[in-house]
């Protein structure tokens, strides 16, 4: 009887196991959302870099009507944005606007910045770079254990077994 005992434990063991082992379509599903966060963080890190070399290039003038223009497309970008999440019902969509259109009020900030404290216009440039660095990497950890912690609940049974 204990020996029989001892075998279905050891099974049991077994399927669990095998249970927290992620398949490849939902490992395929966050790797595809951790992709997509590496790209716009690295896209928003190019766009701070553009701005600090144009600072550095471009006559005061153009550099902040470029400022303007760049703040207007962020704000029609984020619009659009709000749109297909609106349409699609996608509140990663949602979430991304919200972070373009964060980095659109940024852009119109930086006018009164650079116009004001041009001294320290550098440090505000790579600061926000850091911190939209620091963002993205908490958000991939975020996104990466909610998929997982999301996968391992639909492998229990006891929502089932509670409902009858």
Request: charged residues 25%.
């Amino acid at each position: 009887m204990k020996r029989e005992h001892k075998k279905n434990i050891e099974n049991l063991e077994k399927v669990m196991e095998q249970k927290k082992i992620i398949p490849k379509e939902v490992k395929d599903k966050i790797n595809a959302k951790r992709f997509e966060n590496v790209i716009a963080a690295i896209i928003v890190l190019i766009y701070l870099a553009g701005l600090n070399m144009g600072k550095a290039n471009i006559p005061t003038d153009t550099y902040i009507m470029d400022l303007k223009v760049f703040s207007i497309m962020l704000l029609i970008v984020t619009i659009i944005t709000f749109e297909y999440a609106y349409k699609k019902d996608k509140g990663g969509a949602w979430l991304h606007g919200i972070e373009i259109m964060m980095m659109a009020i940024f852009t119109l900030y930086l006018i009164y910045l650079y116009s004001i404290y041009y001294s320290t216009y550098d440090t505000v440039l790579m600061s926000v770079g850091m911190l939209y660095l620091i963002y993205y990497i908490i958000k991939i950890l975020i996104t990466n254990m909610r998929m997982k912690k999301k996968y391992n609940k639909s492998l229990t049974d006891i929502g089932e077994i509670v409902k009858k």
